[in-house]
Each structure stands twice: as structure tokens, then as C-alpha cells.
């Protein structure tokens, strides 16, 4: 009986998605490595490291709203918009570089607590997905049209010698290991926690996951949404302030798309679409894979007409194992 | 002929018979207009209808047959359609609003309408051509996204009366009147004998060695032709051009695919930025890479983000396209093709025109040299312009 447990545990274990994921990574880096050994190479490992903290952040805030039972198409012209904003608040108002951050998230996270209520105000008695969808679309619509108006399509360039800090904050390493993606591990830590040790991480499972039941129990769901939504907007600001960080500007057409990437890499990464179900780590992987498909055509030098092509075949294969496994998982 | 309608308004006082008169007259006018005025518009005066005004008055028809016959200046709307939200595109704004503003000195009735959508769009496009049209613009002047979707809807504007040029973009294959532009091959081959005078100066000239090129998209023709027209002077001179990369427009994607290719080839000498932002990333990603001066950086169009790493050392040269007479040539031939004609106006305006229809409005090699003399002559003609040349 106990061996059973045990052989029942280790079957559990490798029908999560994180070990599909961590098993196709690892594959498809050992494939580009063979063909092309300059992609092990540290400078190149760095350089993927980097970006899977810079998308990273907007990932994980995509889960939030996910987990939620919402979604979050706002995403990527929050990036543009915060990226603007910091960028703004030092080179044309003069603050400090870390006042400017703090602002730049403050009004992130009152985007964010807009969008919580506007669903609370029409869900229920309308599923909760229907205002999420049109309230985070509007938003991106009028974001990117805020930033292109404001700016009208010109980059706010930052002068370089004058904030060393946020430079490092972008392009720094601390031990080999690129700042962006320690900040993303900083925040998959906090967001574990979140999620499985606290009462709010409990009741975003459950608003996500019934909505009705959560109402019934008593849960404050309006708090819960305001919450996640405020999490999604926060971290796509993040995603903004290290590429404002790495390109020294802010440039108003960065991110379209970027809300439609996170869905997938966290999609992939084990999160239900229809919310309740999913783990920050799964996330990160999503991203991880995501980024060396994408890494590895660059260094192998394939034809850009292809890169398209196989990015989706290799998409479609991951995600159909992952549905196959998790289907037999559940009968 | 002329004295003969002359004395044939004096006789008549009724209206309808002014009218019809005057219509003869009209006719008389616009084929001796036609020929008379070439050379003479910006002056506006020797438009048909103004001169039917003109007789009518020396003949003091009542005013109120004036009127009726020949408004002062007939009102004409013309279109200008870009591609997206970019500095690129406000240039190409300010130089049509200019030449509204100078038809408007000259006393014509020009409404210069510049329209962009937020970015690349091609439905978007096909909207407002197709709004322009049911407005009864005048002229369009458009810069396709995707030269073969355009097609019918240029097609629809010529059936419709509207003279249609492309303008930034080609779109060969439809029926448009004509295309002002860079020469987006010749702009590319440019572009490619300033990349080997860069490896020569920096010391890097070695046949075999590696060129990367950075691109916003593979679709878009007018990057196809940079690609082309760089590969055709960079490969014979020796060197090999590896597959583009390509960031949909995305400026961060652009150094993120920047960094894995110098991280990819240790041995690359050159970089080619076929976009805005890419020049800027492949800079950022060399100062990053730590390989300032051991790789050569030429890049298109010139703006802050463009002239900073070539203040900096770390661009070489730019490849500035004149975009801003796009848009005041675009409008102003345009206005012409409405006043004279269709074929008076080309003939006019284009060099060998009907053989060759493309007025190429050439590029400027923008170098540490040469920043000062190309920034005195771009803010000599009222261009925006966000940089200075210290």
C-alpha cells in the first residue's frame, strides 16, 4: 500500500507540466548546442537569462490575472506606457531614479486596481471573463494610443552617465548572473508564497476557480480582483522599467503583443485559461522555453521566414503533449 | 475666337446665356491654361477657373453669374496616408502641411489631411483610402504597408477621379500615378559602400568576415530592398551578410535578437541596422558585448536615438532618407495633377516621365564629419529636429 502511494506520487510528479517543460528545455538547448556550440556559450546564456527576467515579470503578472479567473490584455501597452513614464519622470522632471520607479509602479497599480473593480462592478451577474476581456482591451487600446499622442512616436532618450544604478539594473550582472532575472527569481520566491502560504493566495484559487462557491464562502472577491489585476499591471510596469533600463529609452511602440506572448508562456506553463489552476514555477519555464526557441534560431542563424513556422510547431508539440499528460492525470 | 465670346457676353443679360458662354470660354481657357501655365503655379493664377473669372468680370456680368460660373478657388482636399506612429512620419507631416501652406499663399483652397494609424496596419489603410474616396478627395498620396492589398483600393480611387501617388513605399504592381521616395535599393546600396568605407577606416576590412543585418520586417519591401542593395556592395567586396533578424518593430526585441547574434558570432565586423531602432540596438548591444570599435555600425534614418551613437563613436554612419519631401512634393504634385491634369503635372514633375515614374528623393551618409553641415541644412528648412550636433 505505502509503495503504492510512493509509485502513485512519482507518476503524479511526472505528469506536472513543469517536468514536461523542464524535459523539452532541456532537450531543445541540448539540439542547439549541438548544431550551434556558440549557444552554451556564457555570453549567450547570459544573454537569454536576461531576457527571461525582462518577460519574466510580465508573465508572472499574466498568471495573477489568469489564476484570477480574469485575463489581462492590457499588458503590453502597460509595459510601453510605464517604460514611458519612468522615463519621463527622470530625464524631463529630474527626480531620483528610484522615486521615479515608485511612481512609475504606483500608477501601474492604480491601472491595475481600476481594472479589479470595473469587473466586480458587471461580474457577477456576467461571467467574470467578459468585462476582464473588454475593460483590459480597452485599456490597451487607450494606453498605446495615450503613449503614441503624448510622445507622437518619438523615444524619450535617457543621458547615460547620470544613473548608473538603473543601467545596472538592466544590464548588471552579480556573479555571472544577469540583475533582471534575479529580481524574476526574487519575485517567483514572493509570489510562491503568496500563493500557496497566504489567505489572499488561497482565495485567488478560489475566485478563480468558482466564483459562485467563493461568493458563497464569503470570500471578499472584489479585494481578491483588485488584487490580482493590481499584481498583472505592477509586473508588466516591471517588464518597462528594465527594457527602459537596457535601451536607455523609452520607446512608445514597444510591447504590442506582449499580453498575447505572457498568455502563452504561462498557458504553457501550466496555468488553467479559465483561472484556478496553475503555479508561478510552471510559469517561468513557460518563458525559459519560450525564449530559447527563440534565442536558439537567432544563433543558428535560420532563415527569419522560418523562425515563425517553427516556433509554432514547437509550440503546438509542448502544449499537446502537456494537454495529452494532464487529460489522462485527470481520469 | 476669345473676342468673338467676349462680345457675345456683352449682348446677353440673361443668365443662362452667360452661363454657357461662359462654359465656351472655360473650354477656350483650360486648353490654352493647360499650355500657358506650366512653370507658373506655385503663382496659382493660371488655373482655368480663376482665369474664366477673370473674363467674366471685365465683362460686368452681374456678380451674382460670377458666382455660378467660376468660384474664386475650388476647394481641394488632399490625402496623405502613412504607416505608423514614428518620428519618421511626423517629418513627413510637416513637409505636407508646408506645401498646404504654401498652396495656400498662393490663394488656392487646399485641405492637407496627414493620417497615420498607430502602427503598421493594412485594413486600417484600406479604411481610410476607402474614406478619402467617398469624401471626394482630390489626391491621395499613400505609403502602403502591403503594396499588393492596396492595389484595388487605388484602383477604386483612379476610377473614382482621385489621383493616387505612392509615396515613402512603392507599390509597383498597381495602377498609382507615379512613386516619390527613396530608392530604397539605391538608399540599401548606400548604405552598403558606407559600411565598407567604415571597416577600412576602422581597420577591420578582412575578406571572409561577418555582417549581421537587423530588420523590422521581412515583408515590408522597402527593408527587403535596403537588405538587397547592401548585399550587392558588401558581398562582392568580399565579406558574408548572415540571415537578418527580425523584431516585428519591436525596439526591445531588437536588442535582445542584437545581443544573441554578436553572442552567436564572435567574429562579426559589421552590423546593419535596416530600421530606426536598430541601428541604436546593435550599438547598445556592442557597448554592452563590450566590442566598441571592433565592429563597424551602419544604420538608417536620423534621429536622437540615431545621432547619439554616432556622437558616441559607436555608430559609424547613418543612412538619413529625405522623407520630409515625400510629403511636400507628394502634395504639391498632387495639387498639380488636380490644376493642370494628370500628364501635365508628371511631365512637369517627373524626370523621363512616362518611362520612368519614380521620383527617388535620395539619401544623406550622415558621419561624425559631417553632422554639423547636415544639421544646419535640416533645421535650415524648419525640419524638427530633436539633436544637436555637439
Redesign the interface.
Known amino acids: 500500500m505505502k509503495k503504492n502511494i510512493f509509485a502513485n506520487n512519482l507518476t503524479q510528479l511526472a505528469l506536472r507540466p513543469e517536468v514536461t517543460l523542464i524535459i523539452a528545455t532541456a532537450l531543445i538547448a541540448t539540439f542547439f548546442t549541438q548544431v550551434?556550440p556558440?549557444?552554451s556559450?556564457v555570453?549567450?546564456l547570459q544573454?537569454i537569462g536576461?531576457?527571461i527576467g525582462?518577460y519574466g515579470f510580465m508573465t508572472m503578472g499574466a498568471m495573477f490575472a489568469l489564476l484570477g479567473g480574469g485575463i489581462d490584455l492590457s499588458i503590453g501597452s502597460v509595459v510601453a506606457f510605464s517604460s514611458l513614464i519612468l522615463a519621463h519622470s527622470i530625464e524631463n522632471m529630474g527626480l531620483d531614479w528610484l522615486t521615479a520607479i515608485f511612481i512609475t509602479l504606483l500608477i501601474a497599480a492604480s491601472i491595475g486596481a481600476l481594472h479589479g473593480l470595473f469587473v466586480s462592478r458587471f461580474s457577477p451577474p456576467l461571467p467574470q471573463i467578459v468585462p476582464a476581456f473588454l475593460i483590459t482591451l480597452i485599456t490597451q487600446l487607450s494606453l498605446?494610443?495615450v503613449s503614441?499622442f503624448w510622445t507622437?512616436?518619438?523615444?524619450i532618450?535617457l543621458t547615460k552617465a547620470q544613473i548608473p544604478e538603473l543601467i545596472f539594473l538592466g544590464?548588471g550582472n552579480i556573479a555571472g548572473v544577469p540583475v533582471p532575472l534575479l529580481l524574476t527569481l526574487i519575485v517567483l520566491t514572493m509570489s510562491l508564497v503568496i500563493l500557496n502560504f497566504s489567505v489572499i493566495g488561497r482565495h485567488i484559487y478560489a475566485v478563480g476557480g468558482n466564483l459562485e462557491a467563493a461568493i458563497v464562502t464569503g470570500i471578499k472577491v472584489r479585494r481578491v480582483r483588485v488584487f490580482c489585476y493590481s499584481m498583472s499591471s505592477i509586473l508588466a510596469a516591471m517588464t518597462g522599467i528594465i527594457?527602459t533600463a537596457?535601451?536607455?529609452?523609452a520607446?512608445?511602440?514597444?510591447?504590442?503583443?506582449y499580453e498575447l506572448q505572457a498568455i502563452t508562456a504561462s498557458v504553457l506553463g501550466g496555468v488553467s485559461l479559465v483561472g484556478g489552476e496553475g503555479l508561478p514555477f510552471g510559469v517561468i519555464l513557460g518563458v525559459t522555453l519560450m525564449t530559447v526557441i527563440?534565442?536558439g534560431l537567432?544563433?543558428?542563424?535560420?532563415?527569419?521566414?522560418l523562425?515563425l513556422i517553427i516556433i509554432g510547431l514547437l509550440l503546438a508539440i509542448a502544449v499537446s503533449i502537456d494537454f495529452l499528460k494532464r487529460g489522462r492525470a485527470r481520469r | 475666337m476669345k473676342s468673338r465670346d467676349k462680345g457675345a457676353v456683352r449682348r446677353s443679360l440673361s443668365r443662362r446665356e452667360a452661363l454657357s458662354t461662359a462654359a465656351k470660354v472655360a473650354t477656350g481657357v483650360v486648353v490654352a491654361g493647360v499650355v500657358a501655365g506650366i512653370g507658373g503655379y506655385l503663382a496659382g493664377t493660371s488655373t482655368a477657373p480663376q482665369i474664366v473669372r477673370t473674363e467674366v468680370r471685365t465683362s460686368l456680368v452681374p456678380t451674382t453669374v460670377t458666382r455660378t460660373v467660376g468660384p474664386a478657388v475650388k476647394p481641394m482636399k488632399i490625402g496623405v496616408i502613412g504607416k505608423?506612429?514614428?518620428?519618421?512620419?511626423?517629418v513627413v507631416d510637416k513637409g505636407s502641411a508646408k506645401a498646404g501652406e504654401e498652396l495656400k499663399g498662393t490663394g488656392l483652397d487646399v485641405t492637407v489631411t496627414f493620417w497615420v494609424p498607430?502602427?503598421e496596419d493594412v485594413p486600417a489603410q484600406l479604411r481610410t483610402m476607402d474614406n478619402y474616396i467617398s469624401e471626394g478627395y482630390a489626391g491621395i498620396a499613400v505609403a502602403p504597408s502591403d503594396p499588393d492589398a492596396i492595389k484595388p483600393a487605388i484602383k477604386r480611387a483612379l476610377d473614382a477621379g482621385i489621383s493616387v501617388i505612392t509615396i515613402d513605399t512603392d507599390a509597383p504592381a498597381s495602377d498609382r500615378l507615379a512613386y516619390l521616395g527613396t530608392d530604397n535599393y539605391m538608399a540599401g546600396r548606400a548604405a552598403g559602400e558606407a559600411m565598407l568605407e567604415a571597416l577600412k577606416t576602422m581597420g577591420l576590412a578582412k575578406p571572409g568576415g561577418k555582417i549581421a543585418m537587423g530588420t523590422g520586417s521581412?515583408t515590408a519591401r522597402n527593408s527587403l530592398e535596403r537588405m538587397q542593395g547592401f548585399k550587392d556592395v558588401v558581398e562582392p567586396a568580399g565579406y558574408k551578410v548572415?540571415?537578418?533578424?527580425?523584431d516585428?518593430?519591436?525596439?526591445?526585441k531588437a536588442?535582445?535578437?542584437a545581443?544573441?547574434?554578436?553572442?552567436?558570432?564572435?567574429d562579426l565586423v559589421g552590423a546593419f541596422g535596416v530600421y530606426a531602432?536598430n541601428g541604436?540596438?546593435w550599438a547598445?548591444a556592442v557597448e554592452?558585448?563590450g566590442k566598441v570599435g571592433k565592429i563597424a555600425i551602419v544604420e538608417f534614418d536620423a534621429?536622437?536615438?540615431n545621432i547619439?551613437p554616432i556622437k558616441a563613436g559607436v555608430v559609424y554612419a547613418t543612412v538619413a532618407q529625405r522623407q520630409y519631401f515625400m510629403g511636400y512634393y507628394g502634395v504639391k504634385l498632387l495639387a498639380l495633377m488636380n490644376m493642370w491634369g494628370r500628364e501635365s503635372a508628371l511631365r512637369f514633375f517627373i524626370p523621363r516621365y512616362p518611362a520612368n515614374r519614380i521620383f527617388d528623393t535620395g539619401v544623406d551618409i550622415v558621419k561624425k564629419a559631417n553632422l554639423r553641415d547636415y544639421y544646419d541644412e535640416v533645421v535650415g528648412r524648419g525640419e524638427p529636429v530633436?539633436w544637436t550636433p555637439e
Open positions: 550551434a556558440q549557444f556559450s555570453s549567450n544573454n536576461r531576457w525582462t498605446r494610443g503614441q507622437k512616436g518619438y523615444p532618450v544590464n527594457i537596457r535601451l536607455s529609452s520607446y512608445p511602440g514597444i510591447g504590442v503583443g527563440e534565442n537567432v544563433v543558428m542563424n535560420v532563415s527569419p521566414y523562425h | 505608423s506612429v514614428h518620428p519618421y512620419w511626423s498607430t502602427k521581412i548572415l540571415e537578418p533578424v527580425v516585428n518593430e519591436d525596439a526591445a536588442l535582445e535578437l545581443s544573441a547574434t554578436l553572442a552567436a558570432n564572435p531602432y541604436p540596438a547598445r554592452e558585448a534621429t536622437k536615438e547619439e530633436d
